[in-house]
DNA sequence: TTATTTTTGTATCAGGCACTACACAATCCT
DNA sequence: AGGATTGTGTAGTGCCTGATACAAAAATAA
């Protein structure tokens, strides 16, 4: 019977460690972009040549692609606890953009990899997956508001994508971490105002 | 006595008007961004050859820091009306910002050039070029805020240009004027309360 | 006319880009 | 051992980029 180990590895094994390298190519992407990293730049980081990187990775945008998901599961924001049921809406709204402030300057002053490469990205087929990714978070969260207070969630999801890119963009350049939660709290408050004035 | 004409023609004229080409410049720079707008194609545009383009441009680089400043001029937020002497400061806050939300989706979903140039602009020169222009922008502002509030003039900069950035963000991704107005007045109600509460 | 200056079109340039052809090396399977 | 399979290093592919060399053309100045 054969053997179900999930490496099956016959032939040469790999000389790098295929999970460190998507470690520091993701660290790469967050903070030069897609455009703005050759795939030179990424084998001479890796200390491996194109031919193992391609064999590894594909090209540049799949591995791009598979940088994004690491991304969303390394350094997602936690939308559940935020805006878990029950919570009072401007609570949540709070809470997530508390949460982005923490996170955006986190290890240098870079932003949401998914933000910022959705625009600004040259390459189209790059930008279109940074899109999709975004796209996949608003709807996440969209559909988590919607729980809270249907009637308000594509307002409130528009708003909140709208204050992540604030944020992004604020902490790319150079904002502290204390001074983006500031402005997140700010933020939310307006929200809080704009469900008093409605209900 | 020599004639003192500004436009001194000794030599073949030019065969293309080059404030034209200035505008269709900045036309396309702001709908592709710098490193998405080759010189192909921007020679193609103007129904020129490099040699012409280079003779009257200089280079890229240059073209994008004549159209940054011109796109500052055509397409500029009125700030001396919006933020005038004697006006409260959470008033001129939402002027300012419904002026951006006014703006960045006017011709189509570009958001601020200069903003969106600011990031994500790969060319390292052409980026700092277009945070140049965004710090004197921020310089402006946090000018004309010091007269209303010198207190809270630094948040309170940050806040517009943080605003700023996700109305464009959001304008890039397509929403509309209308919906870009409903966000600026939340955002701006949420500097309002900050204000109250310090008061 | 003749000289000078500037622009124009043709045909490139060198350099960086993402990517690969090829032969060899290193492992597993029989 | 021998065959199959997979990764690695050397060297290079074609393509697109921003920018030019060059000579002819079109204007002014003397």
Redesign the pocket.
């Known amino acids: 019977m054969?053997?179900t180990k999930i490496t099956?590895?016959?032939?040469?094994?790999?000389?790098?460690d295929r999970d460190e390298a998507l470690a520091k190519a993701q660290l790469l992407f967050h903070a030069k972009g897609?455009?703005?990293?050759?795939?030179?730049?990424?084998?001479q980081a890796l200390?491996?040549?194109?031919?193992?990187?391609?064999?590894?990775f594909?090209?540049?945008?799949?591995?791009y692609d598979e940088v994004l998901r690491r991304y969303e599961k390394t350094n997602g924001l936690d939308v559940d606890t935020a805006l878990a049921p029950g919570t009072p809406l401007p609570d949540g709204v709070a809470k997530l953009l508390r949460y982005a402030a923490d996170a955006y300057a986190r290890g240098g002053p870079c932003g949401c990899m998914v933000i910022e490469g959705a625009r600004g990205t040259a390459?189209p087929q790059a930008g279109q997956k940074a899109c999709a990714r975004m796209e996949a978070s608003r709807a996440y969260i969209r559909e988590k508001v919607v729980v809270l207070d249907a009637k308000n969630a594509e307002i409130c999801s528009d708003y909140i994508m709208m204050s992540f890119a604030g944020l992004s963009a604020s902490a790319r350049n150079g904002m502290s971490t204390e001074r983006l939660r500031v402005m997140a709290a700010i933020a939310a408050d307006g929200f809080s105002s704009y469900l008093e004035k409605d209900v």
């Not at 594909?58 to 591995?63: A, D, H, M, P």
């Open positions: 054969p053997d099956a590895k016959r032939g040469r094994p790999r000389a790098f897609y455009d703005a990293l050759s795939v030179a730049d990424l084998t200390g491996i040549n194109p031919p193992s990187f391609y064999a590894a594909k090209s540049k945008l799949e591995l390459d």
